[in-house]
């Protein structure tokens, strides 16, 4: 277990719905357990990854008022949260905090000092944009990853290397139905002579 076991219960309570909260003596806590064993053991990010994004997220402001917000509740209006969490005002529902992490759904929240390495790590290999969110999707999140990862794919050099490369197509030509239909032209040289064929 990565780590201790004092985390644990304040984080399953904490992540646990909060009409719930006022009967914490009647949480069956091995159920809860037991869930967030398969959601870490089905995670697919390494457990030196999720080192690295904790550690970042104890240190990031917006994320710590985040998960003050998970634990305690958003305000009744955007205006009213903390500036810096407003980008997350629509997916509010979808956080919450699991072994301390602050997650959407069943994706890492990614502080900014992590994202512009997560982007890079996502664009390994030089794959297009689609496959590139869908890498992501399945274990990153941050407000406005599509449009960052679009925007680090369209500034990748390699990239555009390998685009301003790409052979013309070959045109096949349609085949004709009757003798001398199509006439063909082309032009040859030999021992210093042009024909036309
Ligand atoms: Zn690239």
Same mark, same amino acid.
């Given at each position: 277990?990565?780590?201790?076991?004092?985390?644990?219960?304040?984080?399953?309570?904490?992540?646990?719905?909060?009409?719930?909260?006022?009967?914490?003596?009647?949480?069956?806590?091995?159920?809860?357990?037991?869930?967030?064993?398969?959601?870490?053991?089905?995670?697919?990010?390494?457990?030196?990854?999720?080192?690295?994004?904790?550690?970042?997220?104890?240190?990031?402001?917006?994320?710590?008022?985040?998960?003050?917000?998970?634990?305690?509740?958003?305000?009744?209006?955007?205006?009213?949260?903390?500036?810096?969490?407003?980008?997350?005002?629509?997916?509010?529902?979808?956080?919450?905090?699991?072994?301390?992490?602050?997650?959407?759904?069943?994706?890492?929240? /990614? $502080?900014?000092? @992590?994202?512009?390495?997560? &982007?890079?790590?996502?664009?390994?290999?030089?794959? +297009? #944009?689609?496959?590139?969110?869908?890498?992501?999707?399945?274990?990153?999140?941050?407000?406005?990853?599509?449009?960052?990862?679009?925007?680090?794919?369209?500034?990748?050099?390699?990239?555009?290397?390998?685009?301003?490369? /790409? $052979?013309?197509? @070959?045109?096949?030509?349609? &085949?004709?139905?009757?003798?001398?239909?199509?006439? +063909? #032209?082309?032009?040859?040289?030999?021992?210093?002579?042009?024909?036309?064929?």
């Amino acid at each position: 277990m990565w780590l201790g076991s004092s985390f644990y219960i304040p984080d399953t309570l904490s992540w646990y719905p909060a009409e719930a909260a006022d009967e914490k003596d009647d949480l069956k806590i091995s159920e809860i357990e037991v869930f967030e064993s398969q959601f870490m053991a089905e995670f697919r990010a390494s457990d030196t990854r999720i080192q690295e994004v904790l550690q970042a997220q104890m240190a990031d402001t917006t994320c710590k008022k985040l998960k003050k917000l998970v634990q305690k509740g958003w305000p009744w209006k955007p205006s009213a949260a903390p500036v810096s969490c407003r980008a997350f005002w629509s997916v509010q529902g979808e956080l919450s905090i699991i072994r301390g992490l602050l997650m959407k759904g069943t994706t890492l929240v /990614i $502080p900014t000092a @992590l994202r512009k390495g997560i &982007l890079t790590r996502i664009h390994i290999g030089h794959m +297009g #944009t689609k496959k590139c969110i869908e890498r992501a999707r399945a274990t990153v999140w941050w407000p406005g990853i599509t449009n960052d990862i679009k925007t680090c794919i369209f500034s990748c050099e390699t990239c555009l290397k390998e685009k301003t490369n /790409i $052979p013309e197509p @070959l045109i096949p030509s349609p &085949l004709s139905q009757a003798p001398l239909e199509v006439v +063909g #032209t082309d032009l040859a040289e030999r021992k210093g002579k042009h024909y036309i064929i």
